[in-house]
C-alpha cells in the first residue's frame, strides 16, 4: 500500500463548478501538506503550502487538511478551463523528504 | 529570473546504454533534487544535492547516480538502462536544503524512452 493515495481520474467537471480533489496518507508523522498543479509538458509548480491541521484559503483555492482522518483536500471555487491540470499531493515528516501522490487529472469543460 | 533549465527535453535510447540529464537551477539555489515521474508510481525521490554533497538517497539502484558542480548544476546518470527506466525525470532547485518551508521549483523535465 503506497504512503500517500491520491485518485488519478480523469475527473471532468463544467466551467464555474466547486472542484475537489482528495488525498489520503497513511502515515502519522507527516506534518506538512502541499499541492502542486502540473500542466502538461511542464514541472509542477506548487499551489498550497498547509502546516498541521486546519484550512488554508488563497483566491479561488482553498487547502484542508485534516490530520485525524488522515485527508486533505483541495478545493478550488469557480473553476476555470485554465485550471485544467494535474493537481499533486505531495506531503512530508520530519525527514523533511516529500512523498508524492500519482496525481489527478482535473478537465474543466467550457 | 530565468527557471530552472534541463537538458535535453527528450531523449531516446535503447537498452543497455547509459544516459547523463542536466539540470541548471535558478540563480542563487544551492539545493538540487531528482525525481523521477511515471503514470503508475508518480513522482519518487531520487536525490538531493546541496553545496555538492550528496544528502538524501532515495530507493533506487545503484545504477542511478548524480552529482552537483560549484556552480550548484547539476547532472544525473543511467547506466544500463532497462525498459522500466522509462519516464519523465524532474529537477527541483531551492535555495536551502530540504527542510520544513523550503520551496521547491521545477524544471519542464527531460523525458527519457528506453527501447
Known amino acids: 500500500q503506497k504512503e500517500v493515495e491520491q485518485d488519478p481520474g480523469p475527473l471532468s467537471v463544467p466551467e464555474g463548478a466547486i472542484v475537489s480533489l482528495n488525498c489520503t496518507y497513511s502515515?502519522?508523522?507527516?506534518?506538512?501538506f502541499m499541492w502542486y498543479r502540473q500542466y502538461s509538458r511542464k514541472g509542477p509548480e506548487l499551489l498550497m503550502y498547509?502546516?498541521s491541521s486546519g484550512n488554508k484559503e488563497d483566491g479561488r483555492f482553498t487547502a484542508q487538511v485534516d490530520k485525524s482522518s488522515k485527508y486533505i483536500s483541495l478545493f478550488i471555487r469557480d473553476s476555470q478551463p485554465s485550471d485544467s491540470a494535474t493537481y499533486l499531493c505531495?506531503?512530508?515528516?520530519?525527514?523533511?523528504?516529500?512523498?508524492w501522490g500519482a496525481g489527478t487529472k482535473l478537465i474543466i469543460k467550457p | 529570473k530565468a527557471g530552472v533549465t534541463q537538458t535535453p527535453r527528450y531523449l531516446i535510447k535503447t537498452r543497455g546504454q547509459q544516459v547523463t540529464l542536466s539540470c541548471s537551477p535558478i540563480?542563487?539555489?544551492?539545493?538540487v533534487s531528482w525525481y523521477q515521474q511515471t503514470p503508475g508510481q508518480g513522482l519518487q525521490f531520487l536525490f538531493e544535492?546541496?553545496?555538492?554533497?550528496?544528502?538524501n538517497k532515495g530507493n533506487f539502484p545503484g545504477r542511478f547516480s548524480g552529482r552537483q558542480f560549484s556552480n550548484s548544476r547539476s547532472e544525473m546518470n543511467v547506466s544500463t538502462l532497462e525498459l522500466g527506466d522509462s519516464a519523465l525525470y524532474l529537477c527541483?532547485?531551492?535555495?536551502?536544503?530540504?527542510?520544513?518551508?523550503?520551496?521547491?521549483?521545477f524544471g519542464p523535465g527531460t523525458r527519457l524512452t528506453v527501447l
Open positions: 527541483a532547485s531551492s535555495l536551502e536544503p530540504a527542510g520544513a518551508t523550503d520551496t521547491q521549483y
Open positions: 540563480s542563487g539555489h544551492r539545493s
Open positions: 544535492y546541496f553545496s555538492e554533497t550528496q544528502r
Open positions: 502515515n502519522s508523522a507527516f506534518q506538512y
Open positions: 498547509t502546516y
Open positions: 505531495a506531503m512530508k515528516g520530519s525527514n523533511y523528504q516529500l512523498i
